[in-house]
């Protein structure tokens, strides 16, 4: 890592990139330069070429201006109406260059510095490399009893209820290869903050090999999540994914709320 790899890769456009790094933002003015900053130092570093999509839900705190302002030649901004983390996310995902995608959160709570050992498990075959507060070796700080108890219940109703048996289907660091970007995207349906869920419904349905890595993760603070408002919405949604299933939302022809918006 230099800080002359960080000035080569913001001042000279990359013709193809390896790796494209999606940051979803609603209303992040006063954390989200911190973290692309240090995103920008550490990948700039790590030999790959790679671009930085700020996909803004939204904001009314200028948060896009602030980014763009930047001047970054490989970092772009996509600007929409707000929809929901969801809707953010999937519209920097289908804007991607790369083969393989990265959706991290904007207040940096799994550092950056963890990205290699998601792309190591890629490069052995899986499909998704989830990062995970829950798998053994993860190191978590600063979480509240509160939402440790929740994260608890959640765990066992979401394998219960969902089959899906990723222990952490929330923590906002996950890495995508070429197949599971093509074939979960297409088929998203969810807008809002449950959408993690759905894509491991999916990924689970299809077959896609799925493997959790153990992380740090900081609960910053900020954080703009409820424990038990969100909590709540999250069984709420657990059922709302079954449904659209039972419904073939998710069937190879069916159109995604997205495809049905364009």
Not at 4 to 26: C, G, H, K, M, N
Not at 115 to 132: E, I, M, N, Q, T
Not at 238 to 253: E, K, P, T
Request: net charge neutral; aromatic share 8%.
């Amino acid at each position: 890592m230099s800080y002359t790899d960080f000035q080569i890769w913001r001042q000279t456009p990359a013709p193809t990139v390896e790796l494209s790094i999606v940051i979803p933002t609603y209303n992040e003015s006063e954390r989200i330069l911190p973290t692309l900053g240090a995103i920008a130092v550490a990948v700039a570093g790590m030999g790959i070429s790679w671009e930085l999509i700020v996909s803004d839900d939204g904001s009314r705190d200028g948060t896009a201006d602030l980014v763009e302002h930047l001047g970054w030649e490989n970092l772009r901004v996509i600007r929409h109406q707000n929809t929901g983390k969801g809707g953010a996310v999937w519209r920097g995902v289908t804007a991607a260059r790369a083969p393989r995608v990265l959706f991290a959160d904007a207040d940096n709570s799994t550092p950056i510095e963890e990205l290699p050992r998601l792309l190591a498990k890629l490069d052995a075959g899986f499909d998704v490399a989830v990062g995970s507060r829950a798998a053994a070796g993860a190191s978590v700080e600063n979480k509240n009893m509160l939402r440790k108890l929740l994260s608890s219940g959640l765990q066992l109703s979401t394998r219960v209820l969902s089959g899906v048996t990723v222990q952490d289907t929330q923590c906002g660091f996950k890495l995508f290869g070429a197949r599971a970007v093509k074939e979960l995207f297409s088929r998203q349906q969810m807008q809002g903050f449950s959408f993690d869920l759905e894509l491991l419904y999916l990924a689970h349905k299809l077959g896609l090999s799925v493997v959790e890595v153990p992380v740090r993760w900081f609960d910053a603070p900020g954080s703009k999540v409820s424990s038990v408002r969100d909590s709540a919405r999250f069984l709420r949604d657990i059922f709302a994914v079954r449904r659209l299933d039972q419904r073939g939302a998710y069937n190879r022809d069916a159109a995604s709320v997205y495809t049905r918006e364009a």
